[in-house]
């Protein structure tokens, strides 16, 4: 009886463990979203010629997105609020 308690909790619980690697996927995705926007508008050389200059920070921020996007992530939002460009939807 109590191996059958013991499996039934370990079945319920399985799937909540790879929760977490599901949510940093898509911080990751949400982060390559903002990257590409940023570099789409912001950091290309139409953008520079509006008057628009590259941001060490954010290019800093674009190579963390695979490694460490819960850090870029708040980097490009203001980056992308600050150039008045709408952010990607999450999700």
Same mark, same amino acid.
């Given at each position: 009886? &109590?191996? @059958?308690?013991?499996?039934?909790?370990? %079945?319920?619980?399985?799937?909540? $463990?790879?929760?977490? %690697?599901?949510?940093? +996927? #898509? =911080? @990751?995705?949400?982060?390559?979203?903002?990257?590409?926007?940023?570099? &789409?508008?912001? #950091?290309? *050389?139409? $953008?520079? /010629?509006? #008057?628009?200059? &590259?941001? *060490?920070?954010?290019? $800093? $921020?674009?190579?963390?997105?695979? *490694?460490?996007?819960? %850090?870029?992530?708040?980097?490009?939002?203001?980056?992308? /609020? =600050?150039?008045?460009?709408?952010?990607? +939807? &999450? #999700?």
């Amino acid at each position: 009886m &109590r191996n @059958v308690l013991l499996l039934s909790m370990l %079945a319920f619980l399985a799937p909540a $463990a790879n929760l977490p %690697a599901f949510a940093q +996927s #898509g =911080d @990751v995705t949400y982060c390559q979203a903002l990257a590409q926007k940023y570099q &789409r508008y912001v #950091g290309d *050389s139409d $953008a520079r /010629r509006k #008057g628009q200059m &590259r941001d *060490s920070k954010m290019d $800093a $921020a674009i190579a963390q997105c695979s *490694s460490n996007s819960a %850090a870029a992530i708040p980097v490009l939002e203001q980056g992308l /609020r =600050d150039a008045k460009i709408e952010l990607p +939807s &999450r #999700g």
